[in-house]
């Protein structure tokens, strides 16, 4: 089986857009595997803002609980805005890490965060949308990784086929 090395643990989302743009971000970040909780996105699945399809390329599973499954070598980071986190500016991240993040309407159960490795959160006036506060930690983890792949290469391969655009100076 692959190794996984980054997943992503949504409890029990309300919105399939969120889960949708959660999933188009897992595979901008090269996310191996995404499990949820709860019934709610299941049950109003058919909105797409996963328009990149990632949730064809990557595992999506529906678990009764994201801690039966962490990957045996995968750290717990839950991220959420909890009394005494740690600041995601100042966060370095392990190598195999299980992100845990609360629903819209929530927040990750004290349960949950007393089995965390680290709990982050992101040092914004008010609480992000979910989905981009998953963008964010995924960015967060890109910026500060030493094996970061960035090049025209990889430009040409991600942006669209109908953009040819150069910078010339
Ligand atoms: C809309 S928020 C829910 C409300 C949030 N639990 C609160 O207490 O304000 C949905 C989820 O996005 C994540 N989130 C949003 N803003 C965040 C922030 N500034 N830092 C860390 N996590 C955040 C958390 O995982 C949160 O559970």
């Known amino acids: 089986m692959k190794r996984l090395n980054v997943c992503i643990g949504l409890s029990n989302p309300k919105s399939p857009t969120n889960v949708g743009a959660v999933m188009r971000a897992a595979g ?21 803002t996963d328009t990149k399809d990632a949730a064809n ?14 990957p045996y070598d995968a750290k717990i980071v839950c991220v959420d805005l909890v009394e005494g986190a740690i600041p995601l500016p100042e966060y370095q991240h392990p190598e195999n890490a299980f992100y845990i993040f609360g629903p819209e309407d929530g927040t990750i159960h004290q349960d949950v965060i007393d089995k965390a490795d680290a709990v982050v959160y992101v040092p914004t006036v008010g609480c992000m949308n979910l989905a981009a506060t998953v963008n964010v930690v995924l960015y967060d983890r890109l910026a500060k990784s030493a094996t970061t792949l960035a090049n025209d290469e990889l430009i040409r391969q991600s942006r669209d086929t109908n953009n040819k655009v150069k910078v010339s100076v």
């Open 28 to 48: 901008c970040y090269r996310v191996d595997a995404v499990f949820y909780t709860g019934e709610r996105y299941a049950r109003a699945a058919k909105f797409n």
């Open 57 to 70: 390329k990557i595992m999506l599973s529906g678990v009764e609980c994201l801690l039966k499954n962490v």
